[in-house]
């Protein structure tokens, strides 16, 4: 539904749930507006759930406001993406938000894999995830952000940005990342923010402790030189459960996404007890 002709209030809601022993199914989907889904897809066999989130309007303007609502419920696995990229336009003197709000329940396991979020000249929004697990969950997710045409000179001269992501393990914070980025801000070019990079990405994941032999060598093949940079932080929950985030700052989106690409496909055995496998959508 519509608040007015040209503003787009939509919301998205799914449930994954296990169905027999081997098998994870999309068992409820609800919409209103334009958010939808279409097939469930199977390219890794039964036991992983692919989704592709659709918005067909295709951009967000001001006014638009998107809601996601995800459940995973126990022993299923679900992996979700978007097919392209999504992009935020002019503002218009109007606010536009996108609200991600997934819940694992003990023993689900989730890939949260959308493509990049691109903010160009004026836009003024918020975005933000949520991610709520029970012990025993694991999950491996990234946000990726792009400031304006990046080919275009001056790019990104006007906009704000409110962006926030917030990970809970049995109703306890455990990580909490949240600001404003202006257009004009001191925080685009110092040295300890952006350090004049258009594009920046986080890329979290929980699920069993890493030793620190596999995070010392996770943190030796992180690029660091003049178009790309990365780092690494791992943060022990307990003797069992760990938490790694591992940054990322670019000239170019799609190194950005090489690199998360293949900290997936390593992480994942590891984390989610499920070899890596490249999405098609990504090769288009």
Sequence with gaps: MTALTDEWHARLALSFSRQGPHKTVLSERRHEGPLLVQKALYPEGPGVCHVTILHPPSGIAGGDILAIDVDVQPGAHALLSTPGATRWYKANGRHAAQRVHIRLAAGARLDWLPQENI????????????????TGASAIGWDITQLGSIGKAGHWAQGRLRLDTLLTLDGRPMWLDAGELCADGALRHSANGLAGFPVMATLWAFGPRLSPEQTEGL???LP???????????MPQDKEQGLSLIRLLGMHVQDVKRVLIALWMRLRPLLLDTQGARLRLWNT
């Design 119 to 134: 903010f160009f000249e004026q836009a003024d929004a918020a975005a933000g995830t949520q991610l709520d697990m029970q």
């Design 219 to 221: 943190a030796q093949e």
């Design 224 to 234: 660091w030189h003049d178009s790309l940079r990365a780092g690494l932080t791992h």
